[in-house]
């Protein structure tokens, strides 16, 4: 019998202040969400100026970047966007910086942040319990399970890798026929 990867570091807290960039794909990377291979880029929270975003107990200020326009998604891809501008409605401690609708998956980045919220500390889900829980609200408002098991995720460490991956995900619908998602 074939044992599952895990997918997670090893010893890792999921739930600590930080900011991850995450990948969930169509069952069977089914091409599912884009009407006449159109995409959605976006960004829930925005990134303005004044925000920080904690690695690890290092702070880094986040740089002012404008988005381009959504574009129109078919009516489960708008299911899925709708799903991922909840998640910080869910999470009063989670923000989703950047995210773009592939016709096969989606990309996040996530951001928590557990920092006091009127004197009282916050106790944050993992980044499992998150996507669970978006994944489980598509499934629903859709009909029947749309998701891969798991994700992947990469824990972003620093601005620079910040930085790198919110244009990878800025572009990554320009460079569709190039993704490893594509065939």
């Known amino acids: 019998m074939n044992s599952r990867k895990n997918n997670r570091l090893e010893f890792y807290d999921y739930s600590q202040n930080g900011a991850y960039f995450v990948t969930i794909c169509a069952k069977d990377?089914?091409?599912i969400f884009w009407n006449?291979?159109?995409?959605?880029?976006?960004?829930?929270?925005?990134r303005p100026q004044d925000k920080k975003i904690f690695w690890n107990e290092q702070q880094c200020s986040v740089?002012?970047?404008s988005g381009r326009p959504k574009d129109k998604l078919n009516h489960l891809g708008l299911i899925v966007k709708i799903g991922i501008e909840k998640i910080p409605l869910h999470y009063q401690n989670i923000t989703v910086d950047k995210y773009v609708i592939m016709p096969n998956h989606v990309h996040l980045i996530i951001r928590i942040d557990n920092n006091d919220i009127n004197g009282r500390p916050m106790t944050a889900p993992t980044l499992s319990q998150i996507v669970n829980q978006f994944?489980?609200?598509c499934s629903k408002q859709?009909?029947?399970?749309?998701?891969q098991k798991s994700f992947h995720d990469h824990v972003i460490r620093n601005q620079a890798d910040y930085n790198r991956i919110w244009?990878?995900?800025d572009t990554n619908a320009i460079k569709w026929e190039s993704d490893c998602y594509y065939n």
Request: charged share 15%.
């Open 63 to 65: 740089g002012a970047v």
């Open 29 to 31: 990377k089914q091409k």
């Open 36 to 46: 006449n291979q159109q995409c959605s880029v976006g960004a829930v929270s925005g």
């Open 167 to 169: 244009e990878y995900v």
């Open 135 to 137: 994944k489980g609200y």
């Open 142 to 147: 859709i009909g029947h399970p749309v998701w």
